[in-house]
C-alpha cells in the first residue's frame, strides 16, 4: 500500500488498521470525548485507536505511565493531557522531552512547530518543521507503530539501497516523510505485508508481527534484534 502524500490520514489509518494484530473497535474514542479544538488529521487519529492498549484517560500517568498505540517511541499526549497556550496546543513529545511539538488550533490542516531545531539556533524558540498536520502525523504513527511491533531490529551493515536487505519485492509505503526536523528524514517499506522497513536519518530498522517474514531479509547483512 502507498499512502499517498495528499490527503494521506484514510490510507494511513487502513494500513495500520491491517498491521497491528489485537487493534478492534473498542479501542475507538467517541467524537464526544474529543475537544473541539484538535484539528481533523488529529482528531481522527484519536477516533482511531485513542483507548489502545489502555483507555485515554489512563495513558501516560502514574503509576505504570502506558503509552498508547502512538507511544513507543516519541508520545502523543491523552486528550485531556493538551493544553491551549494562544493559539496553539502541545500534543507530542520526544522521548527524552528533548523536544516538544505544537500545532494551532481549530484549524483544518496547520503547520506543525518544534523547538527540535533550537540546537541549532542556540536558542528555545519554536520554528515551523513541517507545513501540514496530516503529513506530519503520518510520518509519525508509521513510526511509532513499527517501534511498537512484536519484533524489531536493527541493521548494522552500510546499506545503500533498501531492496538490498530482502530476497523478494519491496512496496513503497511513505517516502521522504517530513518528521520533527524540518526535512524528510522518514521512509517505510513493506516486503509480503509482513516485514516493514523504516529508514530514518540514514539508518535501516526491521521490524515484524511473526518472526516468520524474517526468511526475507537477504542475509547478506548485520542484523540485530532490539526485541
Given amino acids: 500500500m502507498v499512502i499517498p502524500h495528499d490527503q494521506p490520514i484514510p490510507a ?3 494500513f495500520i488498521d491491517s498491521w497491528v494484530p489485537d487493534l478492534s473497535s473498542k479501542h475507538q474514542m467517541a467524537e464526544a470525548d474529543i475537544p473541539g479544538f484538535i484539528p481533523s488529521p488529529l482528531r481522527e487519529i484519536y477516533k482511531f485507536a485513542g483507548n489502545y492498549p489502555v483507555l485515554n484517560t489512563q495513558q501516560l500517568r502514574s503509576p505504570n505511565w502506558d503509552c498508547g498505540l502512538f507511544g513507543p ?7 485531556d493531557q493538551l493544553e491551549i497556550t494562544g493559539n496553539r496546543f502541545r500534543f507530542i513529545h520526544e ?3 528533548v523536544w516538544l511539538c505544537e500545532t494551532l488550533i481549530n484549524q483544518e490542516d496547520p503547520p506543525v512547530y518544534s523547538n527540535s531545531l533550537a540546537y541549532e539556533f542556540g536558542d528555545d524558540k519554536f520554528r515551523e518543521v513541517c507545513s501540514s498536520l496530516s503529513h506530519f502525523l503520518t510520518t509519525f504513527c508509521l513510526q511509532e507503530v513499527f517501534f511498537g511491533s512484536r519484533h524489531l531490529f536493527c541493521i548494522d551493515s552500510d546499506i545503500s539501497t533498501p531492496k538490498d536487505l530482502v530476497n523478494d519485492i519491496l512496496t513503497d509505503v ?6 520533527a526536523y524540518g526535512k524528510p528524514t522518514h521512509s517505510f517499506y513493506l516486503c509480503h505485508q509482513g516485514l516493514f522497513i523504516m529508514e ?6 526491521v521490524a515484524c508481527n511473526d518472526d516468520g517474514y524474517t526468511s526475507l531479509l537477504s542475509g547478506a547483512n548485520d542484523v540485530r534484534q532490539i526485541h
Fill in 12 to 14: 494511513l489509518l487502513e
Fill in 73 to 79: 517511541q516519541d508520545k502523543l499526549l491523552a486528550v
Fill in 95 to 97: 522521548n527524552q522531552n
Fill in 174 to 179: 511513505w517516502i521522504n516523510g517530513v518528521y
Fill in 200 to 205: 530514518a536519518h540514514n539508518s535501516f530498522w
